[in-house]
């Protein structure tokens, strides 16, 4: 990433998404968002109170979807253009308007949910009976209709979703809009400093003097703000735990994981396993680290250093097609040429700019093709990402065309495995294609450090705080910035023991993840990560065939968690995926360490 960053008005558009597949013209979505809630009343109009046969049913839900996926697309074209530029304020009052729109709707088309919900069993199974593909929706609102509250608490909850989504909306501001970070100095260069700088550039940078810098300036600055993203934060957490009890549930945990169709005990086994028994993997993989750069020390600064950043890949844009062509090949034509798609119709989002958020996302929506924000640097990691949510867009695409809007999504538990499982492909394409000792060296360590560190260990900590957090909310207590950084100190020092040192700073990472908004959505990560690491080695074995995987990514939500990654021949319902997931970062650990040593004597 250059170090200077334009402003979005700046940047070519060929590297910015289009967003005209969604709405051509802008007067096209403002005429949508006028007519949406006229249709939505013509519905209420026509089934609130009359759903009461099988027949009426099925063409309700099937009208219900229509709106359902307008609705969805005015979200999408009037929330993404404040991910690439949040100093934009028109496009913040846009995103605020749409909010308010779809807050009104969803309040108006309340009554069908609760309606459905009140229906006999034996109604509902007519109505799969009559339109099998219903079956995934029906099996949740068997569910639901446990926890259903009365029909006007539903509508007043559907209206106030703006303002039970703004403590996720304030956090966002104070990090990446309020905060300047303003430049640090290192050896007499200034250098500038923003959130997506640090996040994307300094914390992976090779100088040990700019990394740790760059870290005490932006924690300095970071924590700052850590009582009003305290704040917000408690309040998200409040609001979960409030419509937890109103609707009866014994924990905040069994509510958040209900819509994911998981039991607590997949959750916990997910995170226990990992903090136990991969902790001692990642040190051994971090203290090597520490020796190859001859580093006095490991700190929480030096965590993300390449293991050997002379030895670098740079990637191209026009670079990365080929790289999509010939590492996605195992999947087949069809699937290789869905992503090549994404090129020329602009579905992804390159730019560098002032304003854009961190990290990276995959937006998906019924019916149009997803959208993708990455911010490219020109680095092979740059690639990682791009695979990495592909994967998402790859998925979202299949199962949208195989499935009804009601159950093309897929539980939050099995989204992360068809990302994670593009990176593998990446991973094995690198490797096979050298038989140098070095370049093997740094494309295992790449897997390391991008694909499991990151989505293993990252958000795996994410996950054991979080959790602790939730523990405190469930039995009635409060917290403030300084208890948050607490818990995030004690997961931190429990995973890296002795390995890092934990110097000021660290207990701010909290502060840094908009995750903590969306419920238990970390641990999913390393869920997904277990799905994909033995699909992928299946395949490479032959053990299991492509086709199954195929299969999975077009699943949708028509089976539960425990049963879907069954068709690509894995079975999580036993803690041997995990550790054999395990196991094999072990190997490749071993194998790094190894070819260092061979290095070494040549």
Same mark, same amino acid.
């Given at each position: ?73 005015? =979200? ?49 199974? %007519? ?31 559907? &209206? ?41 550039? +300094? ?29 917000? +934060? ?20 069994? +509510? ?102 961190? =990290? ?18 020109? &680095? ?59 370049? %093997? ?52 020092? &429990? ?20 995750? +903590? ?38 699943? =949708? ?46």
């Amino acid at each position: 990433m250059s170090e200077q960053l334009l402003k979005r008005s700046e940047v070519s558009e060929d590297l910015k998404w289009d967003l005209t597949a969604i709405f051509a013209t802008q007067e096209d979505f403002e005429q949508a968002a006028e007519e949406l809630p006229k249709d939505v009343a013509a519905f209420a109009a026509k089934y609130d109170g009359n759903l009461s046969d099988a027949d009426t049913v099925v063409q309700a839900i099937k009208d219900y979807e229509e709106l359902v996926a307008t609705a969805s697309h005015l =979200g999408q074209y009037g929330h993404l253009p404040v991910s690439v530029d949040i100093s934009d304020s028109e496009a913040q009052q846009v995103t605020r308007h749409v909010s308010n729109v779809l807050a009104g709707v969803g309040a108006k088309l309340s009554f069908f949910q609760s309606q459905v919900e009140d229906l006999e069993e034996s109604t509902l199974n %007519e109505v799969v009976e009559k339109e099998p593909t219903f079956e995934a929706y029906i099996r949740k609102i068997k569910k639901s209709k446990q926890a259903k509250l009365d029909p006007k608490v539903e509508e007043a909850l559907a &209206q106030l979703s703006p303002v039970f989504d703004s403590p996720a909306e304030i956090f966002e501001q104070a990090r990446s809009n309020d905060a300047d970070y303003g430049t640090f100095e290192v050896d007499g260069k200034e250098y500038p400093l923003s959130f997506v700088l640090y996040e994307e550039v +300094y914390m992976y940078h090779e100088d040990p003097k700019v990394r740790r810098a760059a870290y005490d300036k932006f924690n300095e600055v970071l924590g700052r703000y850590k009582n009003v993203v305290a704040t917000a +934060y408690y309040t998200h957490l409040q609001k979960e735990k409030t419509l937890s009890d109103m609707r009866g549930y014994d924990s905040i945990f069994d +509510y958040l994981l209900e819509s994911q169709e998981v039991d607590q005990e997949l959750y916990h086994r997910q995170i226990d396993t990992i903090m136990n028994d991969f902790a001692p993997v990642m040190r051994k993989f971090i203290t090597h680290l520490k020796d190859v750069h001859g580093l006095d020390k490991m700190t929480y600064a030096d965590l993300k250093v390449d293991l050997d950043p002379e030895h670098t890949m740079p990637v191209s844009i026009e670079e990365s097609k080929d790289l999509v062509k010939d590492a996605l090949a195992p999947l087949g034509k069809d699937y290789v040429d869905l992503m090549l798609r994404s090129y020329p119709e602009r579905w992804v989002d390159f730019a560098q700019n002032i304003g854009k958020r961190s =990290g990276a996302f995959c937006s998906t929506t019924y019916g149009k093709h997803p959208y993708v924000m990455v911010t490219w640097t020109g &680095q092979l990691t740059d690639a990682y990402t791009l695979f990495h949510e592909l994967g998402h867009a790859g998925q979202g695409v299949l199962s949208n065309e195989n499935n009804p809007l009601t159950s093309a999504r897929p539980s939050l538990y099995l989204i992360e495995g068809p990302s994670t499982f593009n990176e593998l492909l990446l991973t094995d394409y690198l490797k096979n294609k050298t038989d140098d000792p070095r370049t %093997e060296r740094s494309v295992l360590s790449k897997m390391i450090s991008r694909t499991y560190f990151h989505n293993f260990v990252t958000h795996l900590l994410e996950a054991a705080y979080q959790r602790e957090v939730y523990r405190l909310i469930d039995a009635g207590k409060s917290f403030d910035a300084n208890k948050l950084s607490e818990l995030k100190k004690d997961v931190l020092e &429990q995973f890296w023991g002795d390995a890092v040192e934990l110097e000021p700073g660290s207990e701010l990472t909290w502060m840094r993840q908009i995750h +903590y908004y969306m419920g238990l959505y970390p641990y999913t990560y390393s869920a997904g990560l277990t799905i994909a690491t033995q699909a992928f080695l299946k395949i490479k074995s032959g053990e299991e065939k492509v086709d199954g995987w195929l299969e999975f990514l077009a699943l =949708g939500g028509q089976k539960v968690p425990a049963e879907a990654p069954k068709v690509a021949g894995v079975d999580i319902t036993t803690d041997k995926p995990l550790k054999d997931t395990i196991n094999y970062l072990d190997e490749s650990v071993d194998r790094i360490i190894e070819l260092t040593g061979e290095l070494n004597k040549g």
